[in-house]
C-alpha cells in the first residue's frame, strides 16, 4: 500500500510490524509506546514541537512551522507530551484515519485491509446503517463497523493511560463570526490570491499531475491555477456519448487556453455494474457504483503510473452554490427590509431564474418556518420505523445557533463534499490533491457573506470574477453543468433485474429496514421522465453491496445494538 497509514500505541504490539510488512509499509522512528509505519509515497518529518507529520504540511506564514496550528495541509501529526499522546488530523481533507481499542492498546488504520490479522472485534454496526440510510451524507465519527470509529478533521485523539478522549482543533464557525464587508471586487481578487497561493503550495513538490477537467467552472478554476504554479501536468477529461455528459468543447477551450495537454475518454453505461461487491473495501458504505465507468475509465488511461490527481472536488460547496432564499433572509437581518436586502432578492432570483415575486413568497415562507435545526431525513424507500428520526451527532453541530441559515447551508454543504472524498475508486491509494478544499481557502470563502456569492444574479459570482481573466468567457459565464442522466438511466434500465435480486432479497430487506412495496412499484415502472428516484435506489443498493461484501469479508459478531 503506497499510502498507508498503521499507528499502535501500547507497549506489547504483536502483529503490527507483520500488518505494516504484509502491506509494504515502512517503519518510521518516533518516540517509545507508538509504533507507527506509513506507505512509500508519504512524506514524514519533524517539526519544532517535537511532532511527527505524516503528509504534507504548508506554513501560513513562509517561515518553519514550529507546531501543527502554524500549518495547514493533508496531514497526520503524532506527538507526546508526558504521559499523554496525541493524534491530531489537519481540518477539511486530512489525511483518513480510523481507530479501534486493541487488547494491548489502540490501534490506527487509514484503509480497512491494515487492520486484517490483527485482534480486533468488527461486527456491522446496524444501527449505523440504518442511520447512513435516513442522513444522506451524514459523516459522523461513527463508521458502519462496531467498535471502529474516524478521527475526523479538525480533531484531535487524546490517549493517556487508558483514558481516551476526543477533541476539536478547528471549527467553521470561529470563521462564519467574522464576516468580511469589503466590496466584491476586492473579495474577487483575495480569493485569488488565495487559490493560487494554495495550489501553488500542493504542487511544489509533486510530479506528473493528472487533472480531472469536466469543463465546468470549479476543474477549470483548478486548471488556471495549475497553469499559473507552472505545475507539470496534463487533463483528462471523461464524456458520455449522450449530449448531456459531453462536457469536451469547454474542457478544450480551458485546457487550450491554459496549455496543459488533454485526454478525452468517452465511457458508457456498459463499463458500469451496479450490483458487483465494491473494489475495495471500506469503514462505511463509500464507492458509488453508478461512477465505475468512470473509474474504470480512469484506469484504463491512467494505468499504473504514479500520479497525483488534482481536481474541482468542492467547489460548489465552498463557492456557496445555494439554491435557497437564505441569502435574502441573510441581507435582510444585517442591513434590514431596504435597498440591500432587495438587491439580494433581485439577484437569487436572476441566479435561479425565478420572478420577485416568487422570491419574496418563498422568502417569506422560509423567515416564517424558521432555521432548520437538524440534517433533513429521507425515508424513501424505506420503513420509516425501522431508522431513527434523530442524527447523530457532529462535533460541528456545536457552536452555530446564532448563524444564519444561509451560513448553516454553507457549513453543511462543506460536510457532504468531506463525506465524498474517500469514495471514488479511481482514487483509492492514489495522491488526490483538493485544492479548493484547502483550508486557507475554506475559511476565506467562510468569510464571504451568504448574498455576496449571488451578485448580479450568477452563482459562485465570486470565484467566478475572481477567475474571469484567466479562464474562457463561455467557460466562466456558463449558468448550465454537463450532466449525466442519460447513462444513468441506461444503466438502471437494463440493470434492474440484478437490482431488484439484490435489494428485495439483500440483508437490508431481511433487517425490515426498507419499503418493499415502493420499491417493487419503482421497479416496475419503465418511463422515468423527469423522475429521478432511481439514484435513491441506487444509494440503497450500494449501502446494500458494502453490506454483503463486508460479510464475506471477514465473519461478522452480533451488531452493537445486540450487545
Request: charged share 25%.
Amino acid at each position: 500500500m503506497k499510502r498507508g497509514v498503521l499507528a499502535f500505541f501500547g507497549e506489547r504490539r504483536a502483529g503490527i510490524g507483520e500488518a505494516a510488512h504484509r502491506n509494504q509499509l515502512l517503519p518510521i522512528e518516533t518516540f517509545p509506546g507508538l509504533s507507527l509505519y506509513a506507505g512509500r509515497e508519504l512524506r514524514a518529518r519533524r517539526i519544532a514541537d517535537g511532532s511527527f507529520i505524516v503528509g504534507d504540511i504548508f506554513s501560513r506564514r513562509g517561515s518553519s512551522i514550529a507546531e501543527t496550528g502554524e500549518g495547514w495541509g493533508n496531514f497526520l501529526a503524532f506527538c507526546q507530551n508526558g504521559s499523554r499522546f496525541f493524534i491530531e488530523r489537519a481540518p477539511m481533507t486530512g489525511m483518513p484515519l480510523y481507530w479501534a481499542r486493541h487488547r494491548d492498546g489502540i490501534v490506527c488504520a487509514s484503509h480497512l485491509p491494515l487492520l486484517d490479522g490483527l485482534a480486533i472485534a468488527r461486527g456491522i454496526d446496524w444501527t449505523f446503517v440504518a442511520h447512513c440510510l435516513a442522513f444522506r451524507n451524514l459523516r459522523t465519527e461513527r463508521t458502519g463497523l462496531a467498535g471502529c470509529a474516524e478521527l475526523l478533521p479538525g480533531s484531535r485523539l487524546a490517549l493517556d493511560g487508558g483514558e481516551l478522549a476526543i477533541e476539536q482543533t478547528w471549527t467553521p464557525w470561529d470563521h462564519v463570526d467574522k464576516p468580511n464587508f469589503v466590496s466584491a471586487s476586492e473579495l474577487a481578487s483575495a480569493l485569488e490570491r488565495q487559490l493560487l497561493a494554495c495550489t501553488s503550495a500542493l504542487t511544489a513538490s509533486r510530479r506528473d499531475i493528472v487533472l480531472e477537467l469536466s469543463g465546468g467552472l470549479d476543474s477549470s478554476i483548478v486548471a488556471a491555477t495549475l497553469a499559473n504554479a507552472g505545475a507539470e501536468c496534463s487533463a483528462i477529461t471523461f464524456a458520455t456519448l449522450d449530449a448531456d455528459g459531453d462536457e469536451r468543447p469547454y474542457a478544450r477551450a480551458v485546457a487550450e487556453r491554459c496549455g496543459m495537454a488533454l485526454c478525452e475518454v468517452e465511457h458508457d453505461d456498459r463499463l458500469i455494474d451496479l450490483a458487483a461487491p465494491p473494489a475495495h473495501r471500506h469503514f462505511r458504505p463509500g464507492a458509488y457504483a453508478v461512477l465505475g465507468g468512470i473509474d474504470r475509465a480512469f484506469d484504463a488511461a491512467v494505468g499504473e503510473r504514479d500520479v497525483s490527481i488534482v481536481g474541482g472536488i468542492g467547489g460548489d460547496n465552498v463557492f456557496a452554490f445555494d439554491n435557497t432564499v437564505a441569502p435574502i433572509l441573510d441581507a435582510a437581518s444585517h442591513f434590514g427590509l431596504g435597498r440591500r436586502a432587495f438587491t439580494a432578492m433581485r439577484d437569487v432570483a436572476r441566479a435561479s431564474n425565478a420572478s420577485l415575486w416568487d422570491a419574496a413568497k418563498l422568502s417569506w415562507r422560509a423567515w416564517w418556518k424558521g432555521p432548520r435545526q437538524h440534517w433533513e431525513r429521507d425515508y424513501s424507500f424505506l420503513a420509516p420505523d425501522a431508522v431513527p428520526d434523530e442524527p447523530f451527532r457532529h462535533p460541528w453541530d456545536e457552536g452555530g445557533a446564532a448563524a444564519s441559515q444561509a451560513k448553516r447551508n454553507h457549513v453543511e454543504a462543506i460536510r457532504r463534499i468531506l463525506d465524498f472524498l474517500d469514495r471514488p475508486g479511481r482514487w483509492y491509494d492514489r495522491d488526490v490533491v483538493a485544492p479548493l478544499l484547502s483550508q486557507p481557502v475554506v475559511e476565506f470563502c467562510l468569510e464571504v457573506p451568504s448574498w455576496t456569492w449571488v451578485s448580479g444574479g450568477r452563482d459562485r459570482a465570486i470565484a467566478r470574477a475572481a477567475f474571469a481573466d484567466r479562464l474562457p468567457p463561455e467557460v466562466v459565464w456558463r449558468r448550465g453543468k454537463g450532466r449525466i442522466e442519460s447513462l444513468c438511466v441506461a444503466a438502471y434500465l437494463k440493470q434492474r433485474p440484478a437490482l431488484r435480486e439484490l435489494l428485495l432479497g439483500g440483508r437490508l430487506a431481511d433487517r425490515g429496514l426498507l419499503d418493499l412495496p415502493s420499491i417493487e412499484a419503482y421497479f416496475a415502472r419503465d418511463n422515468l421522465d423527469g423522475n429521478f428516484d432511481y439514484f435513491r435506489l441506487l444509494e440503497i443498493a450500494d449501502a446494500e453491496r458494502w453490506v454483503r461484501s463486508t460479510e464475506a469479508a471477514f465473519e461478522c459478531g452480533p451488531s452493537v445494538d445486540q450487545r
